[in-house]
């Protein structure tokens, strides 16, 4: 309770600074310099568009137009462009956040522009002539500013999620984000020079080979995380050779933990002789309470996808006209993630896993437990039928 206390506080002081901010810098912003502005916050909105979309936050190439901004206007102009234009772009492209936390990113990447002027202006930065040949201790006290700056305040903020995508580590993101500016810092400092001769034609054309390259590091990404994705599918399909039931189903339940960090996660199994599925091994706060709920084929949410054979994706079960209106594991998950185990002999038990954040998990998650279902599937069979050869022989 005290963290979440903290954590309220924490958000409202950044909005609060960053419209305090706002406010303050508007005096000094140069008005009349109103449609190179408006090219430069389009820019960055195009590029928060195309960015590479992690739990912990973006990784774009926008910092490119966020440092000519600074070089060209000026501190006021640069603030305001990097602050409209995360309000506008992801409010537009948004990916599900609630309205908190676009208003936090805003507010964010408000303080982190502010800081970055502040670092700027304290090494011995010029504020009228930002030449980069006089100025190259405050201009890259003006990089690590801002990027730290970020980096930090997101970090804060995702506290409570930070463990969401365990195959996503803030190493991770901070390596792929120190990437883009080793081509963004650059790129932004051509675009201020060609600002001089060609004006902001100049800067929307060299912003082309921005986003290409913003492009390869997303598909690089994604190849990353799909190797680490296959890796440990690999290692929790070598381990599945266990007979003992008990041990194999505990084993599948804290080994999709690498993929997805869920709240409660259930593995019904299916008892022949009594005709319902029983939660065998429960990982959750509220383990006491679901041991005690059988469930019968047909019956509830996972009775429905022990019929269907099919596996189930719920990113809101307040949003779902069934689930919203029955009792037990959806009334206090707000997502829902089920497979059934199904083998020769039909389905031997069902893997349910819940989180209590909406769309806490995704397709791809699914199809990783669907593969590991398939193949648990097959194990528990094996271990049902050893458990019955050791009953008969004994």
Known sequence: ?????????????????????????????????????????????????????????????????????????GGEEAVYVVGLSILIGQGIANRGNPLRTTLFNGAQYIISAWVAVCLYTLIGGSPTDRSPLDNIMPLLAFIGGYYAANHLLTYIYQLPRISLYPDITRTDVLKWDALTYLFTVPIG??????????GVTGVVLLFIPVLAIQFILRLYVDLELVNRKLTVLYKISSRLAITDLDKLMDLILKEFRRLANYHTGIFYLWREDKGYF????????????????????????????????EPVLIEDTRKDQVLRREPGLSQVMRSLMAVPLVS????????????????????????????????????VNNAILSDRIRLFFR
Do not use: C
């Open 1 to 73: 309770m005290r963290w979440r206390g903290f954590y309220v506080l924490f958000v409202l002081f950044v909005l609060g600074a960053g419209t305090y901010v706002l406010v303050d810098l508007f005096p000094g912003l140069d008005i009349d310099w109103g449609r190179e502005l408006v090219v430069m916050t389009a820019l960055i909105i195009l590029a928060e568009w195309f960015a590479v979309s992690f739990p912990q936050g973006l990784v774009s190439g926008g910092f490119a137009v966020v440092f000519a901004t600074f070089l060209i206007y």
């Open 189 to 198: 400092l051509i675009m201020a020079l060609l600002y001089d001769t060609i």
């Open 278 to 309: 029983e939660p065998v091994v429960v990982n959750s706060t509220y383990a006491h309470q679901l041991k005690k709920i059988y469930v019968y084929p047909g019956e509830g949410f996972v009775g429905r996808v022990a019929e269907s054979f």
């Open 344 to 379: 020769a002999n039909g389905v031997v038990g069902v893997i349910v896993l819940g989180s209590k954040r909406v769309h806490g998990f995704d397709h791809q998650q699914l199809n990783s437990l669907n593969i590991i279902g398939s193949q648990a599937a097959l194990a």
